[in-house]
């Protein structure tokens, strides 16, 4: 086996650096490649988390959106989209479940939901961490002012997950309408950062558009954020929306970008994707073998589930948080990894849970 493409991953791995040139290498590698750069990305993820993997439960608490991304199945823009706003007490009463059945993270995740003021969420989120001493609360609801942010960093959360999507300005404007803006959502991720949240920025891969040299920029400008937690998906078109004929994301890319983050940001938080796994029913798996260590099976209510789709295909629509949450530890035991009982914090990040 040519040695050349072991010294390019032990390079990106020693130098936490990648040329453009050597990202198209990897990106384009052989499939006996591959498996050099997989081996590579596990062992690196082994190093800090040994065969743990973390779930954190997803919490789908609104399908409102005030924004029009073009690639986005609850977009205001698509009349076809069924709309749900979950109650205070109907959150809570998916927490108490999640944490019955093991959980130890909720990510509460909505569109840009204007009903949802920053009172609400507080009460939301304190009302969370005052059932649920031992866990830990994720937000993920798109941009907000840093006032906003502090405020839910001070009622409770400490984590918010907000995909850059592309760090390419006119990349940026060919997924979304004219009013959004690539510099606020930059903005935003810093603005959380400063404030002490764990952070996770993330792009889908394979969007229309889409070059080598976006990822790359993505790359770059992670490498400058340093973000605590990465989420990347194929993307996947949703038929209701401007890109419904678009061709869907490449799940090979995707599982050699997961490998390639792993590489570069060793301690990251990285999960292998819903999209991942709607995209290739053993997609997860793939991703925990190229080095992601995050799983975020759907806790919303059943009712709910088929409603919240940003995507055609969306896998786990028709199972309970119950059934999700076994299916998934089964999944992670017979690859040989081991669900983690803990909070999963960042290694840098780690405080007592509460206790
Ligand atoms: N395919 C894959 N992922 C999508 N997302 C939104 N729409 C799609 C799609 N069509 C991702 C975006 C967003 C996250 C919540 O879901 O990256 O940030
Ligand atoms: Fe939902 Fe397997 S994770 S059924």
């Known amino acids: 086996m040519d040695k050349e493409f072991e010294f390019l991953v032990e390079e990106i791995l020693r130098a936490k650096h990648v040329s453009g040139e050597g990202l198209r290498r990897v990106l384009e590698c052989s499939d006996g490649e591959e498996e050099i750069l997989f081996a590579a990305a596990r062992e690196v993820a082994e190093r800090y988390f040994s065969k743990e993997i973390y779930l954190r439960g997803l919490i789908e608490f609104t399908s ?47 569109g840009e939901d204007p009903y949802f003021k920053d009172d609400r969420i507080c009460s939301i989120v304190s009302a969370i961490r005052e059932r649920h001493p031992h866990c830990a609360v994720t937000l993920s609801i798109g941009e907000r002012s840093c006032e906003s942010y502090r405020r839910f960093f001070e009622a409770g959360a400490e984590r918010y997950l907000l995909r850059h999507e592309t760090a390419d300005e006119a990349h940026y404007r060919r997924l979304h309408p004219a009013e959004m803006s690539l510099e606020n959502r930059k903005k935003c991720l810093y603005d959380l950062k400063a404030i002490g949240f764990q952070v996770g920025c993330g792009i889908m891969v394979g969007t229309p558009y889409q ?26 078109a949703h038929k209701d ?93 017979r690859i040989g990894y081991h669900v983690s009982d803990t909070r999963g914090d960042h290694p840098d990040f780690m405080k007592s849970s509460g206790e």
């Open 211 to 236: 070059t080598m040299e976006h990822i790359h920029e993505d790359i770059v400008f992670m490498l400058e954020l340093e973000p605590h937690m990465i989420g990347i998906g194929p993307f996947i």
């Open 64 to 110: 409102y959106c005030k924004n029009d991304c073009f690639y986005c199945g609850i977009r205001r823009g698509n009349g076809k989209a069924e709309r749900y706003r979950l109650t205070e007490e109907e959150i809570l009463s998916c927490c108490e479940s999640g944490e019955a059945l093991g959980f130890r993270t909720f990510v509460l995740q909505g």
């Open 241 to 333: 929306t401007p890109f419904g004929s678009e061709p869907d994301g490449s799940v090979k890319r995707t599982l050699r970008l997961l490998a390639v983050l792993r590489l570069l940001f060793p301690k990251v938080l990285l999960p292998a994707t819903t999209a991942l796994g709607t995209a290739d029913p053993m997609g997860r798996e793939k991703g925990i073998l190229a080095g992601a260590n995050v799983l975020m099976p759907n806790l919303s209510p059943p009712d709910v589930r088929g409603k919240y789709l940003l995507y055609d295909g969306k896998i786990c629509t028709g199972e309970g948080a119950a059934e999700c949450s076994s299916c998934l530890r089964q999944r992670v035991e």
